[in-house]
Every structure is written in C-alpha cells, then in structure tokens.
C-alpha cells in the first residue's frame, strides 16, 4: 500500500522553528525519486492552502508568497523522505501540514501530471506562547 | 499569482438529485500541451483530502462515475450525477500550472 506518514509537528514558540517529515513507503512501478512532491497546510476551520511543491531531483522550488524565505523544501530520495523546514513561526502558520505525491516523472522526456493522488495523515502545527 | 474562485460555498444536497460547483481561475490553466491543469479534492469529515478528478476531466483511480469535471480555460465545472450520503465533505478545486492554489472550498451537506 502507498503510504506517506509526516511527523515533527508540535508546539512551538513565535519565531520558533520547526522541521516536518514525510516518510514514504509503497510505492509500486516508480519510486519516490519519480515524483515531484508537495506540502499543503489547513490552518483550524480554514481551506486547504498550497505551501509548497519540489521536482522529483530538487532541481526546482515552488513556494507560496507568504513563506517565501521562512520555509524550506527539501527531500532525501535515498531516505524516501520529503522535509519541511518550518523558520520564523507566527500565529498564522498554526496547521496540520500535509504532503502529498504531486506529478511522475518517468523520463527526461517523460512526465505526467495526475493530480496529487496520494496523501498523508497530517502533522499538527500550533505556534503559541 | 492564480486566484481559484469557487461557487457555491454552500451546497445543501438531496440524495438521489444530481449536484454541481463552478471553479473559475483568473488565468487561463490550458497549459500548450492542450491540458487543463485543474483538478477537484474531497476533504471528507476528518480526514485527509483525496482526489477525484485531474486535469479537469479525468477521474482518479477508484472515483465513482457519477463525478465528472468538465470546463476549459478559466471556466469549470464539477458535477455529481446522483448525489449519495458518502459525498458530503468540501470540495476544493486547484490548479497545478508550476504553482499550485486552492479554491475557498464548498461545503456539500445533506439537506
């Protein structure tokens, strides 16, 4: 079964930092190196919010406006695991954070987007004194 | 940056009776490769949001057939058919050109 866990959520301070973790497992036919990957956030009672994507080889970042500069996408394709690292942290950044397996990259030819087809549980963000 | 515009935001349903959300994008998402890059997620009750439809009109793996997308360029449309007890939830649309953005979400409950 495809599966991706994140971890490393919690409370944290103002201006804390925090590093979230998604650990894949599962996947069938490609591997982790295959996909881009993305994090999307719901702050409590609130949409879901697009945070940030990365390319399969993290040759490329997409990161929206708002954590421009404060965030850090990153991942470890020999660990299958995709990172967030989580800087500067105000009232506004309290979510669960989910990532999630974005488009397939088959080739340096071939690639196709099908949706984010897989997702995880979420990790519990909550930046509070 | 693409601003994803949903409506309704509300969606009282009956069972049995066919359902319908408009997503509008104020860019077009027809990306050179003739590909809408739209998809819809359902965010059921307490759980992780899962997909139902990608590039505008292909359903994911295991969607029922009474979900259809349909649309082009700035203009969307996700329909269910017959609309069941299990499909109460929000549904978002988002687009995927580079970035990616969600819409406000529309809450479809039971009337």
């Known amino acids: 079964e495809v599966q991706l866990v994140e971890s490393g959520g919690g409370l944290v301070q103002p201006g804390g930092s925090l590093r979230l973790s998604c650990a894949a497992s599962g996947f069938t036919g490609f591997s982790f190196s295959n996909y881009w990957m993305t994090w999307v956030r719901q702050a409590p009672g609130k949409g879901l919010e697009w945070v940030a994507t990365?390319?399969?080889?993290?040759?490329?970042?997409y990161y929206m406006d708002s954590v421009k500069g404060r965030f850090t996408i990153s991942r470890d394709n020999a660990k299958n695991s995709l990172y967030l690292q989580l800087y500067s942290l105000t009232a506004e950044d309290t979510a669960v954070y989910y990532c999630?397996?974005?488009?397939?990259?088959?080739?340096?030819?071939?690639?196709?987007?099908?949706?984010?087809?897989?997702w995880g549980q979420g990790t519990t963000v909550t930046v509070s004194s | 940056d693409i601003v994803m515009t949903q409506s309704p935001l509300s969606l009282p349903v009956t069972p049995g009776e066919p359902a319908s959300i408009s997503c509008r994008s104020s860019q077009s998402l027809l990306h050179t490769n003739g590909y809408n890059y739209l998809d819809w997620y359902l965010q059921k009750p307490g759980q992780s949001p899962q997909l139902l439809i990608y590039l505008g009109s292909n359903r994911a793996s295991g969607v029922p057939d009474r979900f259809s997308g349909s649309g082009s360029g700035t203009e969307f449309t996700l329909k269910i058919s017959r609309v069941e007890a299990e499909d109460v939830g929000i549904y978002y649309c988002m687009h995927a050109l580079q970035t990616r953005a969600f819409g406000q979400g529309t809450k479809v409950d039971i009337k």
């Open positions: 999630a397996r974005d488009r397939l990259v088959e080739s340096t030819t071939n690639a196709y987007y099908r949706g984010m087809d897989v």
């Open positions: 990365m390319k399969q080889d993290g040759s490329e970042k």
